[in-house]
Structure formats: structure tokens, C-alpha cells
């Protein structure tokens, strides 16, 4: 395998994480845990069997969602691992992997549209002209950050799974149109002392690029964000 095809086999074995067929907001069962009873031990003759089963549980449990066949991916594997020249040509391969990674893209945008249809008829939830969801956890009574101003913040960050993948341990401090669209929008809309849970479309947090590892392509964020201080330029 050259160096070219490992790098991208790599990065994307990384990012279907992010694709899991779950109910929007619910945590998915734990990668490390298949989510019905384990088969006995005694279904395996030798402990190469018992480990080929639970990488391929590992594996699978990672690719809910996507269509893959998985004889040819059990073949893949075996040639790979046998140090077999592959059966198809490097653009071949690479033209499959961008397939898959099609995949992974549009499970985890319908994924992500499904939660925000969904969200949106709960009680408190409001939208905004450009997507933005948001829902007021608690009311403050202070200034409205401008576009041009500094502000405090305490936040957690989640995909629509309920993974965190962000938080901060102690406020941080950054201009207003330093991070996502959804932030700056969300924020100038906000008044010291309010705490809000925003639902940030893809398409205003980090779109077809993502964040590599921790946030797909396509994903949508929720946070929940704090604004204790606000300070003007």
C-alpha cells in the first residue's frame, strides 16, 4: 500500500466515528461494547479468531450506515494484511475511497437535518433567518455584544449524539467574529449573564471540511454557552 493510499485510508477510518445509526440525541452505545450480549467464548477454537472478532465488531460497529459489502471488505483486509498487490489500480482506489467518503458525508447531513426538523418543534426552541437554533437556559440582564467587541464565555460542546468533543475548564476570551458563523451570530443576540444552548447547522459552524478528529463534515454542534462579560473595543 503506498504511502499516498495510508494516509487516506487512515483519515478515514478516523472519521466514521461519525457515522453510527442512533436516534438524534441519543449517546451511541460505547465503540469498545457490542450493544447486544457477547457471544461465548467457547463460539471461538483460537485466540486469533476471538481477536479477528472483535476488531471486526470494533470495525463494524463504526460503519453503521454506510452501504459496504462485507465480504470485499473482509477481503481487503486479508490481502492487505498478506502483503498481496492490490486488485485495483490506485485511481481505482482512490475513486472507491471518495465514494465512501461521499457516504460518511451524507449519512452525517441527514443525520444532522433529522435532529434540526426535530428540534425544532420542541418547546423553547427558536430559530433564526439563517438556521440557527437556540433555546434560553437562563435570562441575564447586561449589554449585547457588537460585532467589533471582546467577550467571556464558559461552554461544552456536543455532536447531536451527545459525544462532547469541547469544553472549557475556565473562561475564555476571543473577539466576537473569531469563531464560527454560528457563534457570532448566536452571541450578539445574547446579554451578559444569559446562558443558552445553541443548535448550529453545519453550514454555520464548519461545513464540508469539519475539524478533524473529533467533528465530521457536515455535523451539526450543540453547545451550551455563557456570556459573563462583555468589553468593547
Known sequence: MNMRLMIV???LAASVSFVWAQAPGTPPAPASRPATAPA???DFKTEQERIGYAVGLQFGARLQG???DAASVTEGIRDAAAGKPPRMSEKEIDDALDALRGQFMNAVQKAG???LAENAKKEGVKTTASGLQYKVIKSGTGK???ASDTVSVTYK??????KQFDASDSPITFGVTQVIPG??????LMKEGDKWQLFIPSKLAYGERGAPP???????LVFEVELLKVTAK
Not at 460542546?157 to 451527545?162: F, K, M, Q
Not at 457563534?183 to 450578539?188: C, D, G, H, K, Y
Not at 473529533?214 to 451539526?220: E, F, L, R, T
Request: a negative charge.
Open 113 to 115: 437535518d433529522t435532529f
Open 183 to 188: 457563534w457570532t451570530e448566536a452571541l450578539q
Open 40 to 42: 461465548s467464548s467457547g
Open 144 to 146: 449585547s455584544p457588537k
Open 157 to 162: 460542546g456536543t455532536l447531536i449524539t451527545g
Open 66 to 68: 454506510v452501504d459496504l
Open 214 to 220: 473529533d467533528i465530521a463534515p457536515n455535523s451539526v
Open 9 to 11: 485510508t487512515a483519515a
